[in-house]
Structure formats: structure tokens, C-alpha cells
């Protein structure tokens, strides 16, 4: 039988003067879990100590039962989409698309075609030689949603990704993250605000409060 996609035990970490300590969490593989929890409550830095940008002081972090916990960011098959997206302004959409790729020493042609098959996931196969700073919100985070699946992650964490667009496009990138979820069967950690989102997104819905889940 196989176990869950992601295990953390006992994550104790610290930025500044904030400090998580002791959190356990499990997410199955193909699960759409959301976390919850008021400003200033650590959702973003246990999101970034899973994917390897935040130390921990404790604890560890297991993958497909593989243990990432002093794994590179790169190591650890998560693709990440920041708060603001982080888009580069100086690539074109389609080199955004190609990057982890580019990163990862994949051939021109290689990272091409990726970038075509993302674009037709994503509808964007029209904005693929222009700029993050000539698309609207929905559009880039679209192109930073691409931009994280490009090397097949099998989890993906996704810090606030909704909340910098209208609501028609609210709604239609709610729809695009659950056919995402659908098609790839990664697993997904994605933090809100949104109840409206949990609702629609979540299978399950954690909630940090006072340091605990």
C-alpha cells in the first residue's frame, strides 16, 4: 500500500522573532489539501520549509517516502508558486515556461516543446512571446503556475495564488487548479484567505492557529 505523498513530523522553524515547533502533517498523493490561518500565523514559512527555503530547527520532511528534510529546493520534486508570482521580466513567456528546464541543462528544443504543452494546459498558447509586464494578474499567474509544473513536480505549493485577481479571473483559475490537479495528479498545498476557496479546492482544509494545526 502505497503511504502519503508528503510527511512531515515535528517541523520546529524560525524567522525573526516568529517560531513554528512541533507541527505534523501528512497529504496523500493526488490530494488538493488547503491551509488556513490568520496574517502572521506561518503559513508562508511552513510553506518555504517544505520546499527547502526556510531551515528547519527541528523535525523532518519526507516525500514519496524518500527523507528531503537537508534535500536542495531543487531535489525535492516541489514546484512553488510565490505569493507574487516572481515571474521574470526580462524572459519571455515562453523562456518563464522553460526555466526549470533551463536550470536543469534540458535541451532548447526539449524545453520548447515543454513550454508548448504547458501553454496548451494553461490557455496561454497565445501569449507565449510576450512579457509577464504586458499580461494581466490572471495571465501571469497562470504563466507562474506553468513555470512551477514545468519538471513534472509531484507536489505543488501555491502561496496565496488567487489573491491578486478579479473575481472572474478568480474563478476561472479556481477551475484551471482543480482540472490541473485532475490531469497531472500532483499534490497540491495551497494557502488562503478564501473560505470560497477551501470550499471549492479543498479536500481537506488544515488550520494553523496559535502555532498549532
Known amino acids: 500500500m502505497m503511504g502519503p505523498r508528503i510527511q ?3 517541523l520546529t522553524l524560525r524567522a525573526g522573532d516568529f517560531r513554528l515547533a512541533g507541527i505534523d502533517f501528512e497529504i496523500d498523493a493526488g ?15 511552513l510553506l518555504e520549509a517544505l520546499c527547502g527555503l526556510l531551515p528547519l530547527e527541528g523535525g523532518s520532511i519526507a516525500i514519496d517516502g524518500r527523507d528531503v528534510t537537508d534535500a536542495s529546493p531543487g531535489e525535492r520534486g516541489i514546484g512553488y508558486v510565490p505569493q507574487d508570482g ?12 522553460g526555466f526549470a528546464l533551463f536550470v536543469q541543462g534540458r535541451a532548447a528544443a526539449e524545453r520548447t516543446a515543454r513550454a508548448g504543452e504547458l501553454a496548451a494546459l494553461l490557455g496561454i498558447e497565445s ?6 509586464q504586458h499580461l494581466s494578474g490572471g495571465e501571469r499567474q497562470r504563466v507562474a503556475l506553468g ?19 478579479d473575481e472572474e479571473a478568480r474563478d476561472a483559475l479556481c477551475t484551471l487548479l482543480a482540472d490541473v490537479r485532475e490531469r497531472t495528479g500532483v499534490s497540491v498545498l495551497h494557502v ?10 479543498g479536500d481537506r ?4 492557529e496559535s502555532g498549532s494545526l
Open 127 to 132: 501569449l507565449l512571446e510576450r512579457r509577464p
Open 31 to 45: 490530494e488538493y489539501v488547503v491551509l488556513m490561518g490568520r496574517t502572521g500565523s506561518g503559513k508562508t514559512c
Open 192 to 201: 488562503t484567505h478564501s473560505r470560497v476557496e477551501a470550499e471549492r479546492l
Open 8 to 10: 512531515a513530523r515535528g
Open 147 to 165: 513555470r512551477a509544473l514545468a519538471a513534472e513536480p509531484r507536489v505543488l505549493c501555491l502561496d496565496e495564488p488567487l489573491s491578486a485577481v
Open 205 to 208: 482544509v488544515l488550520q494553523l
Open 86 to 97: 516572481a515571474l521574470f521580466h526580462s524572459m519571455t513567456v515562453a523562456e518563464n515556461l
